[in-house]
């Protein structure tokens, strides 16, 4: 079974930087998209970016490029997502999700992530 655990969240001031991290319990010899998503208030969750435990190919969605990095450790068994110039808009509770990654399925498609953190909650205040 998959398990995964987020860190790193707070509250920081609008302009400011975060990173989170989320350690990944999984079979190596599997390859798995790794994710991160948000939940603000009111607003229906989304993805932030995904990344590919075999080739660390990494997407974004249009809205989140330039605004989000995702990378992992060598190890792959640690991912993290750096967000600069934050704003508070980008308030919100933050999941690490894994999947994996089936026969011609691809690491940018946001949906049918299986395994879920317990989330971390971000605050950016103005």
């Known amino acids: 079974q998959v398990q995964l655990a987020e860190s790193g969240g707070g509250s920081v001031q609008a302009g400011g930087s975060l990173r989170l991290s989320c350690t990944v319990r999984?079979?190596?010899?599997?390859?798995?998209?790794l994710g991160w998503f948000r939940q603000a208030p009111g607003k229906e969750r989304e993805g932030v970016a995904t990344?590919?435990?075999?080739?660390?190919?990494?997407f974004y969605p249009a809205s989140m490029q330039g605004h989000f990095t995702i990378s992992q450790d060598n190890s792959k068994s640690t991912f993290y997502l750096q967000g600069n110039n934050l704003k508070p808009e980008d308030t919100g509770l933050y999941y690490c999700?894994?999947?994996?990654?089936?026969?011609?399925?691809?690491?940018?498609?946001?949906?049918?992530?299986?395994?879920w953190g317990q989330g971390t909650q971000v605050t950016v205040s103005s």
């Open positions: 990344i590919s435990t075999s080739t660390s190919s990494t």
């Open positions: 999984r079979d190596t010899s599997t390859t798995y998209c």
């Open positions: 999700a894994a999947k994996k990654r089936a026969y011609n399925s691809y690491c940018y498609d946001l949906g049918d992530f299986r395994y």
